[in-house]
C-alpha cells in the first residue's frame, strides 16, 4: 500500500502517542521506585537503592513473592500438561460439540476475572474446600490452560499434515512420530505458552483475591499495601520486580514464536 | 455401428469399461500378483465419490502415470495405495498381499509428497536417514546408504544444510533420496514437480527416468500435466470424475484415444465425421495449403482464426465453412518454402482418413457391456 508522506507522518506521529501513553506511567514507577522521599513528587531530588533493601528483608514480601512462585509454577506446569492434550484434542478429532468446546475452554480469559473468582470461591464454598495454594493453583490453571492451548492450536493449524504423512509413510510407528515430528515442532509454541501463562499468574489479582483466602501473593501484598496507603516506596521497589519478572518471559515467548516462520510451510514452493 | 480394425480392446466383463487395449496380451507375460493390484476401489468424501470403482494393475518395475485434471480422483487413488486413506470399497493387493488395512507405516511403499515433507528441524542427512532410523538399522549402514542416497540424487554436499536453506529442486531431490533409500517395492510420486519452473522440470524428468532404471522399482506417478505423462511413462491412465478411461502406452494414447475426453486432455485433436462414425485426428496429421483440395483426399475449406507460433511447429485454428473449429500444426522447417497465413487467410484442410482414429465413446464402451473383445473385431 502507498501512502502519501503527510498520511505516513500522522500515523508515525500517532503511534508514537499510543507507546508513550502505555509506556509513561511504567517509567513514573520506575523512576519513583529510586526516589528517596516518602512523598513522591517530580523532579526526584535525591536518588537511593535504599527500598529494594527494605523489600527484599520485609518477612511479607518475601512469603508472598515465594507463594507467587509456587502457585505460578504449579498452575503453569497444569496448564501446559492440560492445554497442550485439548490443542490435539480439538485440533485432530472432528467431535460432537467440538466448537463449542473450544469456546468453553476460551471462557476463563473472555469472562470477566470477578465473574471467575467469584464462581471458583462459591463452588470451593458449597464443597467445603479450604482456600489454601491449592485454590488458587486451580483458579489460575483455568485461565492459564487458555494461553497454552490457544499457541499450541494455532502452531497445529499452522503445521503442514504432510508431515506426520511423511514420517508415517517413512515407517515410523505412530510413537515415534509423535517423538520425532509432532513434539519438535510444536515445542517452541509449548514453551511460549508455558511462558506466558506464568506471566499471567504471577501478576493475577482478582481471581486471586476469590480464592486465596487468608495468604498473600505478592500481587496481593501491593494490592493491599496500596490500600492502605504505606510504605508506598517499597511498593514501588517491589512493582518495579514484578515488572522485570512479567516481562523477561513474556519478551523471550515472543521472541521464540515470532523468531521462526510457519513450521512445515517453509518446505513448499 | 461398424467396429474399429486394427484395435485389440480389452473390454472389462463386469462394468463395461475399456480396460486396456492391450492388457490381454501382456497378461501373457507379466504374472498377475506381482506388482499392484486395485479391485474394485470406491472412496467417498461425504457425499462426494472421489474414486468410483477403480480397477488398475500396475506392473513391477514400471514406470506408470496417473494422469488427469484436477478432482479427477488420481491423488485420491494415490494416497489410498500409500496408506494415507481406506477405501469404502475394493482391495489393494502389493505383490500379492492384501495391504488394504495396513497403516502407511507398514506398507513396502514410499511417497515423495507435492510440498516435499521435508522435516525442518533435521538436517538433509537426518531426514534422509529417517526411514532407515525408525526402523533402528545400525548406524554404520545408515551412514552408508544416506551417502549412497545423496549420491544418486547429486546431493552429497549439501548433507549438512537445513531444508530452509535449498532451493526448490534440491529439495526436491532430497524427498526422492529420503524415499529410495527405503528400497520401498512402490515408490508414489504426487505431482513431484508441479512447483519447479519449466527449465529445472525438463531436468527432473530425465533423472526421475535414469533414477527409476537404475534402482528398478515401480514408480506410480501422478501429474496432470500431459506431456510430463506422455515423455516418461511405460504406461499412463487417465482418470476423469474417479474413474479410468483408458489405460495404455503413451503412443496408444496418444495416437489411439478411446474417448473423445481422452483426445481432448491428452494433446490438441479434432474430432471429425468418417463414414463409420465420429474420428479423432491429431492437428499435425492435417495438411494446410492455400491451394484447392488434392484429388482423392479428404478435407475441408476456411478461414484462419488464429495463428500460434510454438516453435518446433505453428498451430492454425481455422473456421471452417460449415461452423466447426479444427486446428492443424505445421512443421517450422527452415529450408521448406513457408506458407505466409495470417488470420482470415482463406485455406483448405487436408487428410487422409487412414490417419484418424475412431472414437469410442463412453456410451459405446457401456453397450458393449459382457462382450470382451479379444482379437480384432
Not at chain 2, 42 to 65: H, I, M, N, P
Not at chain 2, 90 to 115: A, E, H, M, W
Request: charged share 20%.
Amino acid at each position: 500500500m502507498r501512502l502519501s508522506r503527510l498520511t505516513r507522518g500522522g500515523f508515525a506521529v500517532f503511534a508514537a502517542l499510543v507507546v508513550t501513553f502505555v509506556l509513561a506511567p511504567l517509567l513514573v514507577i520506575v523512576l519513583f521506585a529510586f526516589d528517596k522521599s516518602n512523598v513522591q513528587s517530580l523532579p526526584i531530588r535525591h536518588w537511593t537503592t535504599h527500598w529494594f533493601a527494605v523489600a527484599f528483608n520485609d518477612p511479607a514480601v518475601r512469603s508472598a513473592l515465594w507463594l507467587s512462585v509456587k502457585a505460578g509454577c504449579a498452575a503453569t506446569l497444569i496448564a501446559l500438561v492440560l492445554g497442550t492434550l485439548v490443542a490435539f484434542g480439538i485440533h485432530r478429532f472432528r467431535f460432537f460439540g467440538r466448537d463449542t468446546v473450544s469456546l468453553l475452554l476460551v471462557l476463563p480469559i473472555a469472562l470477566p476475572g470477578i465473574v471467575t473468582g467469584l464462581a471458583l470461591q462459591s463452588a470451593f464454598n458449597i464443597t467445603h474446600i479450604q482456600l489454601s495454594i491449592y485454590t488458587i493453583i486451580v483458579g489460575h490453571a483455568t485461565f492459564c490452560m487458555v494461553v497454552v492451548f490457544n499457541n499450541v492450536v494455532a502452531r497445529l493449524r499452522r503445521t503442514s499434515t504432510s508431515l506426520i504423512e511423511a514420517s508415517s509413510d517413512l515407517g515410523a510407528r505412530p510413537w515415534q512420530t509423535f517423538r520425532l515430528v509432532t513434539v519438535p515442532m510444536l515445542s517452541t509454541a509449548i514453551i511460549a505458552g508455558g511462558l506466558l501463562a506464568f506471566a499471567l499468574s504471577f501478576d493475577e489479582v482478582i481471581v486471586t483475591t476469590f480464592t486465596a483466602g487468608a495468604q498473600n501473593t505478592l500481587p496481593l501484598w501491593i494490592f493491599g499495601a496500596i490500600l492502605r496507603g504505606q510504605q508506598l516506596p517499597e511498593v514501588n521497589a517491589v512493582v518495579v520486580f514484578v515488572l522485570i519478572l512479567t516481562a523477561v518471559p513474556i519478551a523471550y515467548a515472543a521472541r521464540i514464536s515470532s523468531g521462526e516462520r510457519s513450521f512445515g510451510s517453509t518446505g513448499s514452493k | 455401428m461398424a467396429t474399429p480394425s486394427t484395435r485389440t480392446r480389452f473390454v472389462d466383463a463386469t462394468s463395461g469399461r475399456v480396460v486396456s487395449e492391450t492388457r490381454a496380451s501382456e497378461l501373457d507375460v507379466i504374472t498377475s500378483g506381482q506388482g499392484i493390484l486395485l479391485r474394485g476401489i470406491t472412496k467417498r468424501f461425504g457425499s462426494q465419490e472421489a474414486v468410483s470403482d477403480v480397477d488398475l494393475e500396475v506392473y513391477r518395475g514400471e514406470f506408470f502415470t496417473m494422469l488427469g485434471p484436477s478432482g479427477s480422483g488420481k491423488t485420491t487413488l494415490l494416497r489410498l495405495i500409500a496408506g494415507f486413506e481406506v477405501p469404502d470399497k475394493g482391495t489393494i493387493s502389493l505383490r500379492g498381499v492384501d495391504v488394504t488395512g495396513l497403516p502407511p507405516y507398514q506398507r513396502g511403499v514410499n511417497t515423495v509428497f507435492q510440498d516435499y515433507a521435508l522435516f525442518p528441524h533435521f538436517d538433509v542427512a537426518r531426514n534422509v536417514a529417517y526411514g532407515l532410523r525408525v526402523r533402528h538399522v545400525k548406524r554404520a549402514e545408515i551412514d552408508e546408504r544416506v551417502q549412497a542416497a545423496l549420491e544418486m540424487v547429486q546431493m552429497t554436499e549439501f548433507a549438512a544444510r537445513r531444508p530452509a536453506q535449498l532451493s526448490g529442486g534440491q529439495r526436491q531431490r532430497v524427498a526422492l533420496a529420503r524415499a529410495i533409500i527405503n528400497e520401498p517395492q512402490v515408490l508414489l510420486l504426487d505431482e513431484p514437480l508441479g512447483a519447479l519452473d519449466l527449465k529445472l522440470r525438463q531436468e527432473m524428468q530425465v533423472e526421475l527416468k535414469r533414477i527409476q532404471r537404475q534402482i528398478g522399482i515401480t514408480f506410480i506417478y501422478v501429474t496432470h500435466d500431459q506431456e510430463e505423462a506422455l515423455t516418461m511413462s511405460d504406461r499412463l491412465a487417465v482418470f476423469r470424475s474417479g474413474r479410468i478411461e483408458q489405460i495404455g502406452p503413451p503412443t496408444e494414447v496418444y495416437e489411439r484415444p478411446a474417448t473423445e475426453f481422452v483426445a481432448s486432455f491428452v494433446g490438441t485433436s479434432n474430432v471429425i465425421e468418417a463414414p463409420y462414425g465420429r474420428a479423432v485426428l491429431r492437428p499435425e496429421k492435417i495438411e494446410i495449403t492455400n491451394g484447392p483440395l488434392a484429388e482423392g483426399r479428404d478435407g475441408a475449406t476456411g478461414q484462419v482464426i488464429d495463428v500460434a507460433y510454438l516453435g518446433m511447429v505453428t498451430r492454425y485454428r481455422v473456421r471452417l465453412d460449415n461452423g466447426n473449429t479444427m486446428t492443424a500444426a505445421r512443421q517450422n522447417s527452415s529450408g521448406g518454402s513457408q506458407l505466409a497465413l495470417t488470420p482470415e487467410s482463406r485455406v483448405t484442410l487436408s487428410w487422409d482418413l487412414n490417419d484418424a482414429f475412431p472414437l469410442m465413446s463412453h456410451s459405446d464402451a457401456e453397450t458393449q457391456l459382457g462382450e470382451p473383445a479379444k482379437g480384432a473385431i
